[in-house]
């Protein structure tokens, strides 16, 4: 396997071919790549990368809770402070990416303060209505219908705004879609300087508008996240202003483009499996297991960026202090060893051991909202889509950038009715 990692990832090819290919593959479908390191070395390093890459089920569980493996950039040996001013007072310290990793967080506890029942009913329900705004203007087309650009990635930025009290339809949405794609970005490794500093820019900017929200919630609570969250505040868990604007990042990324991006793939893998799509028209309580059944078998997410804060042995391989470390999802829910047949779409599968969202110190905290927005969209969306809709798969446009998610950019499917 070694042998076939170096011919792949050799030095002169790297830079030009291999990052590109490891990053997004065959961008419509990077499952072999993967699961021939899973096969041959589960844990290998890959050079000009300089960084290792974790493709089996059980590694990768252990590494989302191994202490010693953290989720905080500072700790990477190539670490580049935030260079756009102001930047570094909401990048300095960000929740759920703290050094270590602690399952009892401000930011945890914040955040299972605030999601009480009556607050999750009401997510729903404002996540639903976003749906329906977009699903709505679906349900008579005809033609070619983007399905990522006219509905899951505008419900996304959308819906998460809603929650935490950003005024709908208003000038303040429509900056607040566009800041939350930009800084959902800066998670990523491999950003060049100039998109890093974008991203940098767009936090500062966003922090700044939340920050005004957080205040305005502590003099006259509304009905919305980030009351929940100032009311936690001010019991359990206290914290200052800044600290909940932290927190609120944090949802932010987990609740926007990767929700838009994951939602677009689980239509179009359900639009490649028409049997699937079929079963799941004809049998809606399968919904809520078939959105874990699609984000294990194609959410987009290839690789989590994870960075280590001590050298350590890892199946005989010396992880060293700064090291980065690529752990897959992708690669973990592909197991065969955990998952039967784990290339097969099956909405009625078992999917518990689903690494999705991570697991222990390092589970999602926005993972329930972004589930309820998947499971909305797929809900509408299997609704709009005719039953003879085809997905012009020749026509997909896939992202050329180096990041973690083998992004689609568009999602053309034509509506015949």
Not at 29 to 53: H, M, S, T
Not at 192 to 199: D, E, G, L, P
Not at 390 to 415: N, T, V, Y
Request: aromatic share 6%; hydrophobic share 40%.
């Amino acid at each position: 396997m070694r042998r076939i990692v170096d011919h792949i990832l050799g030095n002169q090819i790297l830079r030009q071919v291999a990052l590109p290919f490891l990053i997004r593959g065959n961008p419509r479908d990077p499952v072999p790549f993967i699961a021939l390191a899973r096969q041959g070395e589960p844990v290998c390093w890959l050079p000009g990368i300089n960084a290792w890459l974790v493709t089996g089920h059980s590694d990768v569980k252990a590494l989302f809770g191994d202490s010693r493996i953290t989720t905080d950039p500072r700790a990477y040996e190539r670490y580049e402070a935030p260079k756009v001013d102001g930047a570094a007072r909401w990048l300095a310290e960000m929740p759920f990416r703290t050094t270590p990793s602690n399952q009892d967080s401000l930011g945890r506890r914040l955040v299972l303060s605030a999601l009480k029942p009556r607050a999750i009913e009401r997510n729903e329900h404002r996540i639903g209505e976003v749906v329906e705004e977009f699903a709505v203007a679906l349900r008579q087309r005809e033609g070619v219908v983007d399905l990522l650009g006219e509905f899951t990635a505008p419900v996304s930025t959308i819906a998460i705004g809603r929650v935490l009290g950003v005024p709908p339809k208003s000038k303040d949405e429509a900056r607040f879609r566009v800041l939350a794609r930009q800084t959902t970005r800066g998670i990523q490794p491999f950003l060049s300087r100039a998109k890093r500093r974008a991203s940098e820019a767009a936090t500062v900017e966003i922090a700044e508008y939340i920050l005004n929200l957080v205040e305005a919630r502590r003099r006259e609570p509304g009905d919305d996240l980030i009351s929940d969250l100032v009311s936690a505040s001010q019991s359990a868990s206290p914290a200052r202003s800044e600290d909940i604007v932290r927190v609120i990042a944090a949802l932010i990324a987990a609740g926007s483009g990767t929700t838009g991006v994951s939602g677009a793939r689980a239509l179009r893998s359900l639009l490649l499996h028409p049997s699937q799509l079929s079963l799941l028209r004809s049998d809606r309580s399968l919904l809520g297991n078939a959105v874990q059944e699609l984000l294990r078998y194609d959410n987009g997410l290839l690789l989590l960026p994870r960075y280590v804060l001590e050298g350590f042995e890892f199946r005989g391989r010396t992880l060293k202090k700064g090291q980065l470390v690529l752990v897959s999802p992708l690669g973990a829910n592909r197991d065969p060893r955990v998952f039967p047949d784990p290339d097969r779409l099956d909405i009625r599968r078992d999917t518990r051991q689903a690494l999705t969202f991570g697991y222990g110190a390092h589970y999602c905290p926005g993972a329930n909202v972004a589930l309820t927005e998947i499971r909305l969209m797929v809900a509408a969306a299997i609704d709009f889509i005719p039953p003879n809709a085809r997905l012009l798969e020749d026509q997909i446009r896939w992202s050329r950038s180096k990041g973690l998610m083998a992004q689609i950019k568009s999602l053309p499917a034509r509506f015949d009715r």
